[in-house]
């Protein structure tokens, strides 16, 4: 039992959720916010305090959510075509098992621009460590774990491939990126 509560404590301990709005705030401004494996919706809750309008989806069931969130199947987005201006992928296309595909579904219901924060390594010490971090921080959550990292010259290709731009980018610490895309 206190196992299955330690990711939620550390996430806590560290103030994940205010890590990641203020990552993320200073790229909204406004409009419709699709964010795609939104958890429990802590840190869009603070984004839609600040006037942004917000909605999730997720594979994973939580008992409570901050935000609207739509249960779907990891593969396909439960929502109209160009419906939302953003959507936010924090930490998520890592767990699926067809990244290009998820993202064209964003392509799909976006019509300005996709930003993603994920994780990102260099070498085989670095994709060890994301791993171990990964699953420990996941396993109790019954999400998909496929563990699928990728290497900063990996995601510029599959957006190249995407047809899409990379507007903004960065490395908010070793094992990060951050990317803005624009549609």
């Excluded at 990552?23 to 839609?48: F, I, Q, R, T, W």
């Excluded at 901050?66 to 109209?80: A, E, F, N």
């Excluded at 085989?124 to 171990?132: E, N, T, V």
């Excluded at 019954?142 to 990379?166: H, R, S, Y």
């Amino acid at each position: 039992m206190v196992l299955t509560k330690a990711p939620a404590i550390l996430r806590k301990l560290i103030r994940y959720d205010k890590m990641i709005y203020d990552l993320l705030s200073p790229h909204l401004n406004g409009g419709d916010v699709l964010s795609v494996g939104c958890g429990e919706g802590k840190a869009e809750y603070m984004l839609k305090k600040r006037g942004i309008r917000i909605e999730g989806v997720e594979v994973t069931k939580y008992n409570t959510t901050q935000i609207p969130v739509l249960l779907y199947d990891g593969k396909t987005l439960p929502v109209k075509d160009k419906l939302f201006d953003t959507t936010l992928f924090v930490y998520v296309l890592h767990h699926s098992t067809d990244m290009e595909k998820l993202l064209r579904e964003a392509i799909r219901v976006t019509k300005k621009e996709i930003i993603i924060l994920d994780h990102v390594y260099d070498n085989g010490i670095s994709k060890s460590m994301l791993k171990a971090y990964d699953y420990g921080a996941n396993i109790f959550y019954g999400m998909p774990i496929p563990l699928n990292f990728l290497k900063v010259k990996e995601w510029k290709q599959m957006f190249k491939k995407l047809n899409l731009t990379v507007e903004e980018f960065g490395v908010p610490s070793p094992l990060n990126v951050f990317f803005k895309l624009k549609i």
